[in-house]
């Protein structure tokens, strides 16, 4: 093979495999959940325990899906009260947003001088979080 093929197959070969992804990863986002563990804990309904954890911030078993600001005895912001009014369910996309920046995304979704108690933003790794409690229900304990 001439030199010049070589690094047009090595160039469609790293094109090939770094596109875009669009899904998180469930598991590299159970080990950056680790990273939450200081205020979240993962609590089943019947109250079994899947990640131990702080309870500086809500039980996020079953966030995703989940009406903002809405689990059980837990004292939310007036941020996070107001979400919950404005009825924002959370998603991956949303959940990953909030997790990346909670203060700007309080602003963008009800406008500024909303912000959240949440002391703690994580700039890369929020989708593959996202991912992982997406799907912690199914992938056992
Ligand atoms: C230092 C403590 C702390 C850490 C670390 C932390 N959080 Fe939080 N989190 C909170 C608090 C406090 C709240 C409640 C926010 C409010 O009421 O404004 C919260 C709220 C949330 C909510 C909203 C839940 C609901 O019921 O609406 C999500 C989602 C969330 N956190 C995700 C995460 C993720 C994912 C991580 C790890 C990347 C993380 N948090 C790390 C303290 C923390």
Known sequence: MTKSAWSLWIG???SLGSGPTFAGDIAKGEKLFGNCLACHR???DDGTTIRKGGRAGPNLFGVVGRLAGSAPS???SEGLQALQKSGQVWSKESLTAFVVNP???LSVQLGPGHTS???FA???GAADIAEYLANVA????
Do not use: C, S, V
Request: hydrophobic share 35%; charged share 25%.
């Open 103 to 105: 203060n700007d995304f």
């Open 138 to 141: 199914t992938i056992g304990r």
């Open 42 to 44: 993962l609590q089943g």
């Open 117 to 119: 108690k949440m002391p």
């Open 122 to 124: 994580l700039p890369d």
């Open 74 to 76: 837990y004292e939310y």
């Open 12 to 14: 469609l070969a790293i």
